[in-house]
């Protein structure tokens, strides 16, 4: 899988779940009719909000975006649907082409985050179960934690 396929169904998918989001909220707030969509769409959407930060940092480390490149894509998934138009304008400008530079064979790493890099592109299996594990346990903490508005109810 290349930066561009990787990040493009993060991007999608993050998308998505904002739609799925936005339609639970829309149900409970304006139509008023139910609430029972709001915990598994905000559940959902946090999960791949989680993904698409580190497949963009990810990615970032692995293109070499600038800093404010890194911070738009970042930002990108706290606008709704803003992940595909940054995924669309990042794609035409050739920030996502090539394969990962830091694979076996590729470039010699430097600093920390591409070492951390090198690792995971070297060890796939123990990097993707070690990633789903990693978010997996942020999403739990955030959820002990509760939501970053108070419920009204």
């Not at 561009?4 to 998918?13: E, G, M, S």
């Not at 894509?73 to 996502?96: E, K, Y």
């Not at 995971?120 to 993707?128: G, I, M, S, T």
């Amino acid at each position: 899988m290349t930066p561009r396929l990787l990040f493009r169904i993060v991007a999608i998918a993050e998308a998505i779940t904002w739609a799925f989001l936005l339609t639970a909220m829309f149900l409970k707030y304006v139509i008023r009719t139910t609430e029972a969509l709001i915990p598994p769409a905000g559940g959902v959407h946090g999960f791949v909000f989680l993904c698409f930060v580190g497949v963009t940092v990810f990615v970032w480390v692995n293109q070499r975006w600038s800093v404010v490149t890194g911070v738009l894509g970042l930002a990108s998934a706290v606008v709704p649907f803003a992940t595909v138009p940054f995924d669309v304008v990042m794609d035409r400008r050739g920030r996502l082409d090539g394969g990962w530079r830091l694979a076996a064979g590729g470039d010699r790493p430097r600093g920390v985050l591409e070492h951390v890099q090198a690792w995971v592109l070297r060890r796939p299996v123990v990097a993707a179960v070690s990633a789903v594990g990693l978010v997996t346990v942020v999403f739990i903490a955030l959820l002990l934690i509760g939501p970053p508005v108070p419920s009204s109810s």
